[in-house]
């Protein structure tokens, strides 16, 4: 009986997806023809696209058809949602063999799952992921179409620190394919958010996240399109030399955007596996006046590892070389409406009397708090940032406080429970570390939770922009 009543239901649902409503915009000039089917996010009905469509038309040099989803399809019956939709376009007179598909938010996870898969049947020319990335473990350099991803960097859903690894893997790819800048570009516009991809009053499951734009409606219109149109004419081999350069100017501008994220991000994200702020922080922790003495040396791990040593004891060589190891917590979620970076730096460093009993004689300035340590890792990030970033955060970002630090009794209690704790609230984010210094005679643990600068630079170019009510929240490992 439920084998009978799930192959009902199955079949319902496959009338209801041929069914599903579809709005076709027909060009209104000649030239090669191209298409368009958009794939609605999840909230927003397929609408609100129908300005964008609009202006794809009428700035593009294509005889471009659009087709607008009323609704994004589940997962399970995207294919024949897509087929319903590609066959209405083809009734009303579209005579190509291939579409572009693109999707906006989840509409574009849907879009890129199903273009990796073998059931497009290649019917598509390419695919546009509308403040999106290609979902799980695809890579551009391997996906079996060209795809453009773009965003704007004060997208609230889609963020800029998400988008970051996309460019950077373009970038890598870019050494031995570098017209891949051209196939799978990324590209973020400056000023335009999440919403700006759409129209209308929108539902309070962007609103709640998604930041205020700094460019009107038209000329966030006008940028997607510009990008937009400029990918479709390279992929269709018309006015190639004119698509280029548009293209090359939004990577040009991109890594500008994302270069100061990239950089900071790299202080725990690195091929060396070493968190190098762990490293400043050895040294705040020692303050050795004369560093020239030492050698600071640190092991990044992931917390579920097995480590390769808990303390690290200083010892002599040439010189003497002071270990430290870091855990990176890194969110265990692929959402995007919550941060990107690492949750904490769970950092085992060697305390400064360690030290001192190798180098009695050397000088020592007062240890740093993990306190302090954090406020740097702040001051680093807001150094880092780009100057739009700083005027941003500086007329309209919420404050980052530091309180000071909670001290932990046994190292027992610091391994288990000593995170750091991440209070975001409508008046700001509460920073405060827990601290562990072995009191033990034999003891050289001085160790700290810390705040990872990549974080501190996401609360400059997101989190600090939000004030809504729904971004309240403690993040705590």
Not at 89 to 103: C, H, R, S, T
Not at 128 to 138: A, K, Q, R, T
Not at 165 to 174: I, M, Y
Not at 207 to 227: C, F, H, M, R
Request: hydrophobic share 35%; proline share 6%.
């Amino acid at each position: 009986m439920d084998t009978i009543y799930k192959i009902a239901l199955f079949s319902l649902c496959i009338q209801s997806c041929l069914s599903i409503k579809v709005t076709i915009m027909a060009p209104n000039k000649t030239g090669s023809e191209a298409a368009i089917v958009i794939v609605p996010d999840t909230s927003i009905p397929g609408a609100a696209y129908k300005p964008l469509a609009k202006v794809l038309q009428s700035r593009s040099t294509l005889r471009l058809w659009v087709v607008v989803l009323e609704s994004i399809p589940s997962s399970l019956l995207f294919p024949i949602a897509f087929n319903g939709a590609r066959k209405q376009l083809l009734d009303a007179g579209f005579e190509g063999d291939k579409v572009f598909l693109a999707g906006h938010g989840l509409g574009g996870q849907r879009a890129s799952t199903y273009g990796h898969s073998p059931l497009h049947k290649n019917r598509l020319d390419g695919v546009l992921l509308f403040s999106s990335f290609l979902s799980g473990s695809y890579r551009l350099n391997k996906y079996p179409f060209p795809v453009l991803t773009i965003s704007g960097d004060l997208d609230g859903i889609t963020r800029v620190t998400k988008i970051v690894d996309a460019f950077e893997e373009l970038e890598e790819d870019l050494i031995l394919a570098p017209n891949q800048k051209y196939t799978t570009p990324v590209i973020v516009m400056e000023g335009i958010n999440y919403g700006q991809f759409a129209s209308g009053n929108l539902p309070p499951a962007v609103t709640g996240y998604d930041l205020k734009p700094e460019v009107s409606q038209k000329d966030a219109y006008d940028s997607i399109a510009n990008y937009t149109n400029a990918f479709m004419l390279y992929v269709r081999n018309t006015n190639v030399s004119e698509a280029k350069s548009v293209l090359e100017e939004g990577y040009s501008n991109t890594q500008s955007i994302l270069q100061p994220l990239s950089q900071v991000k790299a202080l725990e994200d690195n091929e060396e596996y070493v968190s190098h702020w762990t490293n400043t922080a050895q040294q705040l922790i020692v303050n050795l006046l004369n560093t020239s003495l030492v050698e600071f040396d640190n092991t990044e791990e992931t917390p579920t590892q097995s480590k390769s040593f808990r303390f690290h004891k200083p010892y002599h060589s040439d010189m003497l070389k002071i270990n430290s190891s870091t855990e990176v917590y890194f969110p265990n979620t692929d959402g995007t409406k919550i941060p990107q970076s690492p949750l904490q730096l769970k950092a085992t460093m060697t305390s400064q009397r360690a030290v001192k009993t190798l180098l009695p004689s050397a000088p020592f300035g007062d240890p740093a708090t993990c306190q302090d340590i954090n406020q740097d890792a702040f001051t680093l990030a807001f150094s880092k940032s780009s100057a739009t970033a700083k005027s941003r955060y500086q007329s309209k970002g919420r404050p980052i406080k530091f309180l000071p630090d909670v001290n932990v009794t046994s190292k027992n209690s610091w391994n288990q429970y000593g995170d750091l704790q991440l209070n975001y609230n409508i008046t700001g984010l509460f920073v405060q570390a827990k601290r562990y210094i072995s009191t033990k005679p034999s003891g050289k643990d001085d160790d700290c939770t810390l705040l990872s600068p990549f974080r501190a630079m996401e609360w400059i170019y997101v989190d600090s922009l939000k004030y809504m009510k729904e971004q309240t929240y403690i993040n705590s490992t």
